[in-house]
């Protein structure tokens, strides 16, 4: 009898261990899509009270379970059981950066986070040559850019408005209208960084 109760706790052991791992990757993928527990209590079907017993580490779901929370989540399974440090962290190494240019060059747009991810927010690192201009289509309606000037002038037009900003000024405004960024300066680059806000996922 000694031995069996031996053999077992193991078993035991590594079922808890899972438990804080898949509280803390339940409520990140959430929090990324924006669920409420009610709205993943409903496309999942496991109740709303078992759901934020999971976050909190303080129930330990079956496979049944998990599988049925990864699909309301369309996550793979192993996402929810997952420790590796890249499920919540990406390294964007500018050797593999996705730079955008415009046709006659004088433009270029880095993206600063992971595209391949849901999102509202995104960073980017601006480029304009000297002397440069770039006209922005609006964006859609709700979507912001707040942008601050790292090197150089940048004279800012938000539908018609024209604004001149130094090193190290910055600007919040709603991009849902046309603008345009026009470097002032004939012979030096303007660096801009930019975050843009979606008012719905992207």
Known sequence: MARKAATAQPKEERASDLT???????KRFRAERGLSLEALARASGVSRAMLG????????????????IARALDVPFSAL????????????PRAKARILTSKD?????????PMDRPRTVEFYEL??????????????PGTTENLVVSE??????????RRLLEPGDAIFFEADVPHAYENVDP???TVMFL??????RV
């Not at 804080?20 to 339940?26: A, D, E, F, Q, S």
């Open 127 to 140: 480029r304009l040559g000297p002397g440069g201009r770039e006209d922005a289509e609006p964006h859609p």
């Open 81 to 92: 059981i997952s420790t590796e440090a890249t499920a919540a962290a990406w390294v964007l």
């Open 152 to 161: 150089g002038r940048l004279a800012l037009s938000i539908d018609g408005d």
């Open 105 to 113: 060059g004088a433009f270029t747009s880095r993206a600063l986070f």
């Open 53 to 68: 017993q999971i976050e909190l580490g303080q129930s330990t779901p079956t496979i049944n379970v998990v599988w049925k």
């Open 20 to 26: 804080p791992i898949v509280g803390r990757n339940l």
């Open 195 to 200: 975050v843009m806000t979606y008012a719905q």
């Open 187 to 189: 012979s030096s680059e």
